[in-house]
């Protein structure tokens, strides 16, 4: 009988997994029991350890539920779910990706270019625009905006009881130019969810829970790429030190003051107000 | 602003937890991100790949609960616990550990040397016995053998509403001999759950989901260290391949039938029965 050893253990598990009809999901399987493998080996991890991080998978099971996935935040703050992003963006340019995020609701209400979405909410009034285009620069009409933010509270509509279905929150069609327009108000940064293992685990590593203020935005097309993303604040003071590492150099640009009334009328937006100026690139499929 | 790339935000992920206070917890958690970030890249995780991996761990956590925890069961099936006991059994010789398993139960009821579990159980006899030593082969009295096991069915008591509670479980203290026995039923191989997803996981890597039978023992003694090991039977059919990897050379032993009608009578049970002989080696403190 073969002896189980540290050194052979691991080949035994992919040996038993020789049966994977699935390649690729033998490919896989077979890299994520090596690397476990190896940290396990690596750090020598104790069997009170061990108690541990099956104690933090429980919790976080525990913890979730139709409207909360701790997982997801999990991955999202060890920097993993940025990294399959990275790994998944368009090779050719176009629009960087980057986290979904727990707070995307699929059918958000669908209103016009131009449309006001800051109804009687508080903050900044803050006018968003820009052009949806082709790797070539040409316009696409009748691309989808899906766009969600928090609320001034910090708080996105579907974690606040207190903020009306569908605050903040559209979609928007494109018109023939690939223009889109909304007026909004300015998001801000906030702290994702500490009450729960991922609160622990940040809290253990000596991290804060902020991240910089950004405008969630799926964009999608016929013939195209869809592209998930977010528009940063270049100015936050957490832009550099985002909690989920979803900030990419070029989705932090200028939340941009203007004072100026006459801008603020053509907009039909009270004075001052901000301006957001930001166009997306999608790949051809 | 530094961009995040594939290149560097292991680093800034690594760098982000630099201020953990716990030394062992940094190096812990440092080498976990690099691992699972390695393994990311290696595999160029897709999207979906990267949401079948959290729609797995949002599942095994809404199947489990305070008697099931099928983490455990997927580090089981991925050799990760039996490669944490390997790493933890004491190098200075002594009786292996083996996976605790899903099954223990703290508090099993007591009983004599000597004492028959067998009651009304259908199943083969058998008759257990040993000494507990420490490495020096002094005899340990009353140390702590703590025994549970499957019934006829493959069942354990707790997974199995049918048998009566405490059934094929007990603690024992050993003799001043530092000897222990008992008459029990033969052990048989059996699968570990796979109605849920480690069930799925297994069938799409083509495996079985049997063990071959065995005793589990969590054996304790003052001013020793406890060990938990399961003591195999092996002409099993399954002894090497065992789904959770637990199976040590060391502990794969002769489950021998006797028909000696003397010796049956000897040990108060019916004939033919299984005699399995085996000497638990504790380390001092």
């Not at 131009?114 to 109804?119: E, K, R, S, V």
């Not at 500490?194 to 969630?216: C, E, F, I, K, Y």
């Not at 006459?262 to 499929?285: N, T």
């Amino acid at each position: 009988m073969k002896n189980l050893t540290e050194g052979n253990i691991t080949d035994a598990v992919i040996k038993a997994i020789e049966g994977t009809q699935d390649a690729r999901a033998k490919e896989v399987m077979t890299s994520l029991i090596r690397h476990l493998h190896s940290f396990v080996k690596e750090v020598q991890l104790t069997q009170d350890e061990w108690e541990t991080a099956i104690d933090y998978l429980y919790n976080t099971g525990q913890i979730s539920g139709p409207t909360r996935n701790e997982f997801v935040l999990t991955s999202d703050t060890l920097g993993i779910s940025s990294l399959v992003d990275i790994i998944n963006s368009n090779p050719d340019g176009g629009t960087e990706a980057s986290v979904l995020g727990p707070f995307y609701i699929e059918g958000s209400k669908m209103v016009e270019v131009g449309a006001d979405l800051i109804g009687d909410s508080e903050g900044e009034p803050t006018v968003v625009s820009g052009t949806v285009r082709t790797l070539g620069g040409e316009p696409i009409a009748d691309a989808m905006i899906d766009l969600w933010q928090t609320a001034a509270n910090g708080l996105y509509e579907n974690q606040d009881p207190e903020q009306p279905e569908n605050n903040l929150r559209c979609r928007m069609l494109t018109n023939e130019d690939g223009y889109y327009q909304f007026s909004t108000i300015k998001p801000v940064s906030y702290k994702v969810p500490t009450d729960g293992p991922v609160g622990v685990m940040l809290n253990l590593q000596g991290r804060h829970a902020w991240r910089p203020s950004h405008l969630h935005f799926k964009v999608s097309a016929d013939g195209h790429r869809n592209v998930i993303t977010e528009v940063f604040d270049e100015a936050d003071e957490y832009i550099e030190e985002d909690a989920v590492f979803g900030v990419r150099k070029s989705l932090a640009i200028p939340y941009t003051k203007i004072s100026e009334p006459s801008e603020a009328e053509r907009f039909g937006v009270p004075s001052p107000f901000y301006r957001v100026e930001f166009d997306f690139e999608l790949e051809a499929l």
